[in-house]
């Protein structure tokens, strides 16, 4: 734990001039305040620095727009994307007037879950480990108005550039669609800029694993960090998101998270595995399928139980519904399986040793915001730990390739955004219990969606409707 005089001394011993402090807004996007040095004090990491947040999305009004960034001081590093040595720290939101934590500050909401986790007794520790997929692109262009609508997105590595005339000459080594997992170079392009990315967070504290290609044409790919605490994996989630973005600005490209930017090939998901642990011993390791424990079974129940009104937050877009399709590796079916990457829920296969039992929740995607995400995650699986909710019987077979009849028989996941606000509207409990969300948060949630992204979508012709329709 760093202590908020230590911070201080960093500032004055490395004679830091800026500090710019970065918090999360409603939707799961950064927003940043800099500030000079002489204007931290001791009641920052208290007391908290004043802003407006009038002008946040999805918060507050104009006639109580008063708010506080409470800085965190373990969540300090030196930018490396400033020209000017700049100290960056995350920050919570209080209300200035009360010292509270702000009833939809999203972070703050995490800090509930896991204290909420603790008071109830079932565990001490709450594990995430996020695996966010991106693309890489050349160029991204797109634009909507009352006579057009398109987009356009580029990359030197897409299948469909094999015929292109290219400066210097076409190479030809384009990952073919469905077949850019793990490739070497010359067809993996991205090697070094994934190492610079890796490496960079590493400095600014991310425990690095790995980087590799993914599976889509066009620039899919992946890096990985080691699992941690709720929040803090949140924390690093934000910062893999930062750097990656930043990384490929240099080198003049551009990187998206959106679940499903490219027609035809594999989306990006966000595959979340999660546990729980109490007294330094892990509570999903036991003698029942694929070695879990009660616990975990229940947890489990809970996920699925939920999953429709769970996916309202940890596959916020109407784009994320693009992704959840059968054919691409989308985890559709509502179902857990050991090593099953068809089932939405995954045991992974991680040996002998009882720390590593965890489970995966493979439908999140990267478009959501991982503190609400992971809260609300965690508060399915409480209530199945809670209420002892039976998850049925494993499926460990190809979902894919169930007949019709069997198909049948297994829940999905909803088709489209408004369908899963619509769960989420019937179904929410198990997110208010033990205050964790309000009931304000998640009326203003609904609202927010469908008035701003559902509802615009539905009034906007799709170029595809063209196709389809011009002729009729």
Known sequence: MTTPKEILKLIQDQKIQ????????????????TM???????????????????????????????????LDPNTAWIDPFMA?????????????????????????????????????GVGDTVFFGPEAEFFIFDDVRFDQNASSGYYYVDSIEAKWNSGRTEVGGNLGYKPRFKEGYFPVAPT?????????????????????EKHHHEVATGGQCELGFKFGKLIEAADWLMI?????????????????????????????GMHCHQSIWKDGQPLFAG???????????HYIGGILKHAPALLAITNPTTNSYKRLVPGYEAPVNLAYSQGNRSASIRIPLSGTNPKAKRLEFRCPDATSNPYLAFAAMLCAGLDGIKNKIDPGEPLDKNIYELSPEELAKVPSTPG?????LEALEKDHAFLT??????????????AYKLDNEVNPMRLRPHPHEFALYYDC
Not at 18 to 33: E, R, S, V, Y
Not at 43 to 67: C, H, L, N, Q, Y
Not at 189 to 208: C, H, N, S, Y
Not at 287 to 297: E, P, T, V
């Open 18 to 33: 800026m500090i710019d402090l970065k918090f999360i807004d409603m939707l799961g996007t950064w927003q940043h305040l």
């Open 36 to 70: 000079f040095q002489n204007q931290i004090d001791e009641s920052s990491f208290t007391e908290g620095v004043p802003f407006d947040g009038s002008s946040i999305r999805g918060w507050k009004g104009i006639e109580a727009s008063d708010m506080t960034m409470v």
């Open 84 to 120: 000017e040595p700049t100290l960056s720290i995350v920050c919570s939101i209080a209300e200035p007037r009360t010292g509270e934590p702000y009833d939809r500050c999203p972070r703050s909401i995490a800090q509930r879950a896991v204290d909420y986790v603790i008071s109830s």
């Open 188 to 208: 993996d392009t991205f090697q070094d800029m994934r190492t610079e990315m890796l490496l960079t967070m590493a400095k600014l504290g991310v425990p690095i």
């Open 240 to 268: 893999y998101k930062y750097v990656i973005k930043n990384v490929a600005k240099k080198y003049g490209r551009t990187v998206t998270f959106m679940p499903k930017p490219v027609f035809g090939d594999n989306g990006s």
């Open 287 to 297: 003698n029942k399928y694929a070695g879990l424990s009660d616990m975990a079974l």
């Open 416 to 420: 489209s955004l408004d369908a899963a």
């Open 433 to 446: 219990a033990g205050g964790i969300f309000s009931e304000d948060f998640i009326q203003n949630w609904i």
